[in-house]
């Protein structure tokens, strides 16, 4: 029978520390990063390598794509942005590769046999799109205080008129908004994602995924994009000192 | 939330995982990646400015060995010009000095020979004077006293000259 599972199934636990299978598989998703920035960082030279190129066109394109966003700021707002993007494109495409949601073994639960993937996107998972949502939230006030100090404030809390109060409010409960939308546009794109591969392969096991994971693999990568773009344009927003 | 799955622990975790790949990247990727991109374009850019400066300079160096070739070129031609010229001169004052010399010894040559014919005719004619004195002595002297064989004989002699000048001329 087809399996589906809204949460992160546990594989493992230690020590009453719960690892769920995104988990584990946002450990891989970190190991395999982490590889390539030490492989790259080894062989930096001036006169560059093919994989050096790669790597150089990546990062330096991504700079590229914010600078047109933030524009002189982009050097203090990268390290945020560019991770972001880098790790949920990741973190989707490897969720598309075989053995994803298949390669399992069965649990007994609840006196059920259930079976239990060990790997698992990791943005197929809330906790890890909430994780980053509150980061990119939390980093947008930040660099507003920073930037605008306690003027900041006086977009969630201005008394010269009703309607400064009101819009006041409703800024407020916006930034909240900003993280439910983030967290749950992220994982409500990739989870559907597997699930619609999951049903394809289920009904028609042969040719028939084919065009939808090309499609998945455009999602995962517009999906990066508009996480990582809309932080951008959330923190250039959130600098601006007109109101 | 425990329907959606959300764990504090969970995304806590995540959190911080995440925070560790931003860190991770900034230090080890993105910083120096830019760097080398920027410093790249810095080299390259001087580079290009280099090899422009080079260029013109090679122009600048064509321009003026062009000009010191030219310039050589005139002189070279002016200085054949003005050899031949003088190469002309000192030919035609040769010849002509050449053409002067043998007149010059042509005309010597010509007087030397005159002046011998001279000289050759006054001792002929002081010989032969001598010799008619004595002639005249010998064969007038039993005749006439000496006077009178003198004024014969110089009326003769002169006779006898006007008649080899004559001659001669």
Known sequence: MLHISLTAEKIAEIGGFPITNSLFTTWLVMGVLITLVFLTRSRLALVPSRFQVVMEGLVGGLYN??????????????????????????????????????????????????????????????????????????????????????????????????????????????????????????????????????????????????????????????????????????????????? | MEKLGIEPILLLTQVINFSILVIVLTKFLYKPILKMLDERKRKIEEGLALSREMATKKEELDRDREKVLDRAKNEGAKIIEEYKAQAKKMEAEIIASANEEAKRLKEKAKTDQEEEKKKMWSDLRKQLFILALEMSRKVVGEVLNDKAQRLILERKLKLLESEKRENVN
Request: charged share 10%; no cysteine; net charge positive.
């Open chain 1, 65 to 243: 794509l914010f600078e047109s966003v933030t524009g002189e700021r982009t050097k203090l707002y990268f390290p945020l942005v560019g991770t972001l993007f880098i790790f949920i494109i990741f973190t989707n495409w490897i969720g598309l590769l075989p053995g994803f949601g298949t390669i399992g073994f069965k649990m007994v639960q609840g006196g059920k046999e259930i079976f239990t993937p060990i790997f698992r996107s990791g943005n197929a998972d809330l906790n890890t799109t909430f994780a980053l949502a509150l980061i990119s939230v939390l980093t947008i006030q930040f660099f507003g205080i920073k930037t605008l100090g306690l003027t900041y404030f006086k977009r969630f809390l201005n008394l010269k008129s009703p309607v400064y109060f009101f819009v006041g409010i409703l800024d407020i409960v916006s930034e909240f908004s900003k993280i439910i939308s983030f967290a749950f546009r992220l994982f409500g794109n990739i989870f559907a994602g597997e699930v619609l591969l999951a049903v394809i392969a289920f009904l028609m096991p042969v040719i028939a995924p084919i065009p939808f994971l090309g499609l998945e693999v455009f999602v995962g990568f517009i999906q990066a994009l508009v996480f990582s773009m809309l932080t951008a344009a959330f923190l250039s927003a959130a600098t601006a000192s007109g109101h």
